[in-house]
């Protein structure tokens, strides 16, 4: 039979229809058409989709299957330059698509969503007796948009990979030889997708249909030839950080038994479409209710004096020693991943700008931003923790000393996210270890503000107590700290402060956490809580 190998990038369409033809099949495989823009309502759904008679809808479709996580070896030695090395590669439990997403599925995300049909669609519909047919024609974007629709995501291809080999690393889905007698590729001379319920026999060993074969499936990854090196050992990664081209995986109708490996990938710029990618959505797991708080690293700031305030401006007037009993901070802000756990188990709202109760795709260690003073206080109590007071904020960045900023006196814009990093949004935590403060405390200077406990009032520190002081008993405004990503830097200083009202919440505000030490100072200066 006939192939299509896929090389650098997808062959077009009209290569794909010439070697269908030269194969002998019958079918017009241009109703596939890759960019064939048909009628102008074909950007636009049919009130009614096509379900025929003889259509059995499976009870199961949308439903997702439990991908246990574990270690498995991704890459193949023996395949193409950005297939090597093989390297051993571990994934966290996710959820997975049992079948790519279908005809049916998506016109129904196209008539609830606006979203244009694919271009081959006449009508707004898929033609007949394709409802089960896995979608096509449609872009990575389109994927995406499906995907976040639907209240999932796309798989990272270490996931798909995962889902298609198993943790005995399987050369396909169903094992380690091909079949072309369970597998719709070049060899079958069906020169067309199938339903995507098609050849049970050659699921994979989770229970994922037509991980080989029948259409190309995109996944989140940009591509880069080399990215396997140095990848050994590697848990849940993500793929580049940046490039031109993205993932799809698994091989389809039109290619040959190399080109369905589960280890081999494919790459197209991310707004190409063609008659023989589609897609399927993963999801995060969800700890389970009630569990348990992550385990983080607290700093001991010694009781002691430091110097609080500034002389020099209205709001931190006047510069004060002030007196602090032994307690212990959050070395590094809350992160999204910790921010999940809490949400998760205890049914606490995520922050409003979060997709279907998961942060952002790779920021699993940024700071959680977007979150009101109320929500902070919520997890603190859930981590069995508390917020810092502001005195409490101040020491533990700024030391005995009376510094400006974490690490001195003057502003070193390599040291911290600020507006002078022209970076525009949050960062990793813990990005940047220079910027320690004296106790050993991180990332008190830019990337997010940070809810420390207590109102705010212009005076008080002229008005304060000067030992253990929490801040004014009342008021109608918070206090934050510690300046952000996108703040001028005599505003991220150690003794600068923010007002801001009790609901408030933006995409650069965060927090830390704080608990007393127990009498006696608290041991040998960290823990972990």
């Not at 009342?474 to 609901?503: E, I, Q």
Request: charge should be neutral; charged fraction near 20%; include cysteine.
């Amino acid at each position: 039979m006939a192939f299509q190998r896929c090389w650098v990038m997808h062959f077009p369409a009209a290569a794909a229809l010439a070697l269908a033809m030269a194969a002998g099949c019958s079918r017009n495989t241009a109703v596939q058409g890759q960019g064939d823009a048909r009628a102008a309502d074909s950007q636009h759904a049919a009130a009614t989709p096509p379900v025929e008679p003889g259509e059995k809808i499976p009870a199961n479709l949308g439903s997702m299957v439990e991908i246990p996580g574990g270690w498995f070896i991704m890459g193949d030695d023996r395949g193409k330059v950005f297939e090597r090395p093989a390297h051993k590669v571990f994934v966290d439990p996710f959820l997975l698509d049992v079948y790519a997403v279908t005809n049916l599925e998506y016109w129904k995300f196209v008539r609830a969503a606006g979203r244009p049909a694919p271009p081959h669609w006449t009508g707004g519909t898929y033609g007949k007796g394709r409802a089960l047919h896995p979608v096509t024609n449609v872009t990575w974007e389109d994927a995406c948009a499906y995907a976040a629709w639907a209240g999932k995501r796309l798989p990272t291809e270490a996931e798909w990979e995962f889902a298609c080999r198993g943790p005995d690393s399987r050369r396909f889905a169903y094992g380690n030889e091909f079949n072309q007698k369970i597998t719709n590729s070049g060899y079958s001379g069906i020169c067309d997708t199938v339903p995507v319920d098609a050849f049970p026999e050659g699921m994979s060993v989770f229970g994922c249909y037509n991980m080989t074969g029948n259409v190309w499936e995109w996944v989140s990854d940009w591509f880069l030839v080399s990215y396997y090196k140095d990848k050994d050992g590697q848990k849940n990664p993500k793929g580049p950080a940046s490039g031109t081209m993205r993932v799809s995986k698994g091989g389809s109708w039109t290619t040959d038994d190399d080109s369905c490996r589960a280890a081999y990938k494919c790459r197209s710029l991310p707004g190409a479409r063609w008659g023989y990618c589609g897609f399927r959505c993963a999801r995060s797991v969800k700890p389970a209710p009630g569990a348990k708080p992550p385990a983080r690293d607290m700093v001991l700031i010694p009781a002691g004096h430091f110097l609080m305030g500034s002389d020099d401006y209205t709001f931190e007037y006047p510069r004060r020693k002030i007196h602090l009993d032994a307690y212990f901070i959050d070395r590094l802000p809350v992160t999204n991943e910790d921010y999940f756990l809490f949400c998760a188990s205890s049914g606490h709202a995520p922050p409003p700008h979060w997709h279907a109760g998961c942060f952002p795709e790779g920021e699993e260690k940024h700071p959680v931003c977007n979150v009101t003073i109320d929500d902070a206080r919520a997890y603190a109590a859930w981590a069995g923790k508390r917020l810092p007071t502001e005195a409490e904020w101040e020491k533990a960045a700024r030391g005995e000393d009376g510094r400006a900023y974490p690490w001195g006196n003057e502003f070193d814009p390599k040291k911290c996210n600020t507006e002078m990093a022209n970076i525009g949004h949050t960062v990793p935590v813990g990005s940047y270890p220079d910027s320690i403060s004296p106790f050993g405390v991180s990332d008190m200077c830019g990337n997010v503000w940070e809810w420390v406990d207590g109102f705010w009032h212009t005076s008080w520190f002229e008005e304060a107590p000067d030992r253990n002081h929490k801040g004014p008993p009342a008021g109608d405004m918070n206090v934050l700290r510690g300046g952000t990503w996108s703040t001028h830097y005599l505003n991220c200083r150690t003794f600068s402060r923010c007002p801001a009202l009790k609901g408030c919440r933006w995409g650069y505000c965060g927090f830390r956490c704080a608990a007393d030490a127990p009498a006696g100072g608290g041991g040998d200066g960290s823990k972990k809580g």
